[in-house]
């Protein structure tokens, strides 16, 4: 009698463990679906201010979106295809496969001096006019899953976009589109607009002790 009440605990408990063991993998499963899932609408995020980071953190998005299954747009408003690490490494996923671009279509960074010719300014105006021509169609094209506006905040701060025409596509674009804005000074017309706004803030910076840019860690 003693030996089928220990046999017929036994097989409860062993039971009890196996139903709680598929209610944990169940949950772990409803989990990871629940938080893989894609939002029903795309995010707008702006990374900002004066600290080092912002075209480093939108990389990072990137990055993130492409392991994901998504199609990546990274067009830069003032960076002009200069040696810049991430275009190396861009463009090796890109040959590898992986749905991701990146379009250097700027001038340059303009108004460090302020001894800028006006055919300087000029040149940097088209060179903004190109991009945001491009920027649109790919937006409205409806193709990519992300696309990352690098650098426009500064392209809106120098007057070489107005800030209103920036607003109106954030409000037209497809709704599935995650966008990125970088660039410190964000207009808070554009801040309004954003889901999620980071600002990053100097607290102490290489530059400051004299000790210049680094490769593979500035650029």
Request: no cysteine; hydrophobic share 45%; glycine share 8%.
């Amino acid at each position: 009698m003693t030996d089928k009440v220990l046999k017929s605990n036994t097989t409860a408990e062993a039971m009890s463990v196996a139903t709680m063991a598929d209610a944990t993998t169940t949950g772990a499963t409803t989990a990871a679906a629940t938080a893989t899932a894609k939002p029903s609408r795309g995010l707008i995020l702006v990374n900002t201010g004066d600290g080092k980071g912002k075209t480093t953190a939108s990389l990072g998005v990137a990055l993130r979106a492409v392991g994901n299954g998504y199609r990546v747009l990274i067009l830069q408003f003032i960076k002009g295809g200069q040696a810049y690490g991430e275009l190396t490494a861009l463009e090796a996923l890109q040959k590898a496969g992986m749905p991701i671009e990146i379009r250097p279509m700027g001038k340059g960074f303009v108004f460090h001096n302020k001894e800028t010719s006006e055919a300087d300014l000029q040149a940097h105006r088209a060179a903004a006019d190109n991009a945001w021509q491009m920027l649109t169609e790919e937006v409205m094209s409806d193709k990519w899953n992300l696309i990352i506006f690098d650098e426009i905040n500064y392209a809106v701060k120098f007057g070489l976009l107005p800030v209103e025409q920036v607003v109106d596509l954030l409000k037209t674009k497809p709704e599935r589109l995650h966008v990125v804005l970088t660039g410190r000074d964000a207009k808070p017309e554009i801040v309004d607009m954003a889901d999620t706004v980071t600002e990053m803030r100097v607290v102490k910076h290489a530059y400051q002790q004299g000790i210049k840019a680094a490769r593979g860690i500035e650029f």
